[in-house]
């Protein structure tokens, strides 16, 4: 399977169409018709179905789409990192994140980086921990900041000083938007929004207590976006790390923090004895340089 042909299928699915593809391609569609068939046959699989006006893909077609897209990704970046190996630092760092209160540490960091080194630009990825520890181990991304618990052993890391704090979010005019803080007993009876980690769902668990088991779970949510969007529309209450929520709308969206306190910390981690580029491991040494004091 060649990249070139890869590049070819991943056009054809973003255009639905053959001859729209081959004309963005610049390539004549029964060639692309015949890489696109050998692909099929070298495979064999099907990865279209061809009945219909519009290009379908099919279960195969849409693992393949997936991972085409991982592959071509991890192909891009290699050759930037390749193309950055000389004296001037410049290329992309590509830096994974949740939505952190963390993260307003990780501005300062860019901020004071891009200062030093101005031809370098970030890949700034937004998802669980679980999710950038995976694309980290995969080549995908260079630095995560990561919401603990996570498992750090194959990871160099410093761990922050700046605890995250959990707290339940809900509309302002909520009955428990009377509260100044609120219980495990508070949570019990409406529906609720918990975090899909399961990891982390254990540490609330240990919060909770014995009222874990009586819980109205009707959501689950890997982000704060999605899920404030759920109580925006008073459909549940949502249990986060509020992370950007303090840059909402006041008046749209509100929190209150648990009693007792439940609070996590976070780390800043990338892989040990992995291959990066100039940028990236010039950000690493930054990173160890000002976050000293932190080790």
Known sequence: MEIRVLRYFLTVVREESITRAADVLHITQPTLSRQLAQMEEEMGVKLFDRGTRKIQLTNEGLLLRRRAEEILELVDKTERELTEQNEAVEGTVAVGCGDLAAVQLLAKLFETFHARYPAVSFDLY???????????????????????????EKYDYIRLQQREQWVVVMPPDAPLAKLERITPKDLVGPPLILPRRLNVRSELAHWFGAEFDKLNVLFTANLLSSSSIMVYNKLAYSIVIPGSLSFWDREKITYRPLSPPLTTTSVIAWRRQQPYGLAATKFIEFIRETLRDQQ
Not at 131 to 151: K, N, W
């Open 126 to 152: 937004t998802a669980t921990a679980d999710h950038i520890q995976d694309r980290m181990d995969r080549g995908l991304t260079d630095v995560g900041l990561l919401l603990e618990p996570v498992r750090i």
